[in-house]
Nanobody, 121 residues
Framework: QVQLVESGGGLVQAGGSLRLSCAAS????????MGWYRQAPGKQRELVAR???????NYADSGKGRFTISRDNAKNTVYLQMNSLKPEDTAVYYC???????????????WGQGTQVTVSS
């Protein structure tokens, strides 16, 4: 059984920084893309950033220049360094992984339980 466990959320003042971590565990053959999404109250879940197993990244416009996604393939872990945080970054942040459990099977999406990030003004 695959689990994604996030950590690192919390309360921070505007202009501050947080680093989120997400570790995937369980029966995993390979992980393709790992990413972070967020969902603010009353809004749809949206992409924040994602990274391939080869290190290619893409970011939502809202986080470009402020957020950095990275990954440790040996640890099946993805990180999100968030700097210059704004109140509008307040949301529940979810880790996502597109992974394969058994060699030869089609990959599928797995989600973490979410971690709250609150940025005060």
């Amino acid at each position: 059984q695959v689990q994604l466990v996030e950590s690192g959320g919390g309360l921070v003042q505007a202009g501050g920084s947080l680093r989120l971590s997400c570790a995937a565990s369980g029966s995993i053959f390979s992980i393709n893309v790992m990413g972070w999404y967020r969902q603010a109250p009353g809004k749809q879940r949206e992409l924040v950033a994602r990274i391939t197993s080869g290190g290619m990244t893409n970011y939502a416009d809202s986080g470009k220049g402020r957020f950095t996604i990275s990954r440790d393939n040996a640890k099946n872990t993805v990180y999100l360094q968030m700097n210059s945080l704004k109140p509008e970054d307040t949301a529940v942040y979810y880790c996502n992984a597109d992974l394969t459990v058994v060699r030869g099977e089609i990959s599928r999406d797995y989600w973490g339980q979410g971690t709250q990030v609150t940025v005060s003004s």
